[in-house]
């Protein structure tokens, strides 16, 4: 059966000619509310979806997020997890960016720095009493991200296990809902 999508990279592809035979079959037969109807889902399944957030890390609990889109510093990005730690490989993280290619991450003791901006601290153990390892420091190259929760117990890039965000990871930029 064929579908819609085709896969390709991070991004599925949308395939307008099948669009188009299946919108012309529906319109046959379920007359042109109901291909409209499909029509739009299917588009907003192409642009967006739905994330959401099921710790106390960030103050917001449902987004929308808008995919292939990159957030700039200070906006809420929504990424796939590399994989390790607590959560399996692909699982859609949402944080902010605190960290743009170019900026500066420094660290004294566990207390991160972003351009000299006091930006959070590191735990040295999880609540479950777990060893963490602090986050990686430098100059941000390109296509890598810092991100960042304002919750103490945010798994972001202060610890090793997140690390920098890369650009294939990104969904897209996330808009709080709710």
């Given at each position: 059966m064929?579908?819609?999508?085709?896969?390709?990279?991070?991004f599925r592809q949308f395939d307008h000619a099948m669009f188009r035979s299946r919108l012309q079959h529906l319109t046959r037969r379920?007359?042109?509310?109901?291909?409209l109807?499909?029509?739009?889902?299917?588009?907003?399944?192409?642009?967006?979806m739905f994330g959401l957030n099921a710790?106390?890390?960030?103050?917001?609990g449902l987004f929308l997020i808008h995919k292939g889109t990159l957030p700039t510093q200070g906006h809420y990005v929504a990424f796939r997890w590399a994989g390790g730690g607590p959560h399996t490989a692909g699982?859609?993280?949402?944080?902010?960016?605190?960290?743009?290619?170019g900026d500066v991450v420094t660290r004294i003791d566990r207390d991160f720095f972003i351009n000299g901006t006091h930006v959070g601290r590191?735990?040295?153990?999880?609540?479950?009493?777990?060893?963490?390892?602090a986050g990686p420091t430098g100059t941000l190259p390109a296509g890598r991200y810092y991100v960042r929760a304002p919750h103490p117990d945010s798994l972001d890039s202060r610890y090793r296990l997140t690390g920098w965000v890369?650009?294939?990871?990104?969904?897209?930029?996330?808009?709080?809902?709710?």
């Open positions: 064929r579908t819609l999508f085709t896969q390709t990279n991070m379920w007359g042109l509310t109901g291909a109807v499909i029509a739009a889902a299917v588009l907003f399944q192409q642009h967006f710790s106390p890390s960030l103050p917001v699982t859609t993280f949402v944080k902010v960016i605190a960290g743009m290619p590191a735990k040295p153990f999880s609540r479950q009493g777990v060893p963490l390892e890369t650009q294939s990871q990104i969904i897209g930029r996330a808009y709080a809902l709710f």
